[in-house]
């Protein structure tokens, strides 16, 4: 039989983090790993990505634990924030170049296929004269807008610094970037 740790509250379970109890920690770890697993196959991701992603966002926990930049809202918030940044740091590996390559790679034109070609043409103007509507609208957007969107699609910052840096809290950060997006498309549209 497995030995696992008995969690009476919260605070209990950080005390035990901070005293770095490799039981508590283990227990943390095995209740918490296949629901994150579960979310990262269901998302393009593979169980080797799962293990990784897991590990990093685990890691990620016992240092803001250990630092106290985590402070737990109600009994379930230690998982619930485990799995907020095992999210987090998968949707910001599906948004980095690494997979954006093999995502690329993976979907290069077979020629000995029997798809038409001039359809696969016409939809890369498509594309393309979509892409020029963006970079348009992207240009006439506004200054605070612009720096805000290029801070998170293209410097990959996160929404925590990001808001740091705006001296915002992470709600209204969020609530700009939505904003600024549907600017962005509302521009984009309107060229057309």
Same mark, same amino acid.
């Given at each position: 039989?497995?030995?696992?740790? #008995?969690? @009476?509250? *919260? ?5 035990? !983090?901070?005293?770095?109890?490799? &039981? /508590? %920690? ?15 196959? #269901?998302? @393009?991701? *593979? ?5 990784? !992603?897991?590990?990093?966002?685990? &890691? /990620? %926990? ?131």
């Amino acid at each position: 039989m497995r030995e696992t740790y #008995k969690i @009476n509250s *919260t605070q209990h379970l950080i005390d035990a !983090i901070k005293d770095n109890n490799s &039981l /508590a %920690l283990k227990t943390l770890y095995t209740t918490n790993y296949y629901k994150v697993e579960a979310f990262i196959l #269901k998302n @393009n991701g *593979t169980k080797e990505h799962a293990k990784d !992603i897991f590990q990093d966002a685990f &890691l /990620a %926990l016992w240092k803001n634990v250990k630092q106290d930049k985590f402070v737990p809202q109600n009994e379930s918030s230690i998982s619930g924030y485990l799995y907020t940044i095992a999210k987090h740091k998968w949707m910001d590996y599906l948004r980095s170049k690494n997979y954006k390559k093999t995502i690329a790679s993976s979907s290069l034109i077979d020629m000995d296929s029997s798809d038409d070609i001039s359809d696969k043409i016409n939809d890369d103007k498509i594309n393309d004269e979509r892409l020029h509507s963006v970079m348009h609208a992207f240009k006439v957007l506004g200054m605070p807008c612009k720096s805000l969107l290029t801070k998170f699609y293209f410097e990959k910052k996160s929404m925590k610094d990001i808001a740091d840096e705006l001296q915002l809290d992470a709600a209204s950060t969020r609530n700009k970037k939505y904003r600024c997006m549907q600017k962005l498309r509302e521009i984009a549209l309107n060229l057309k």
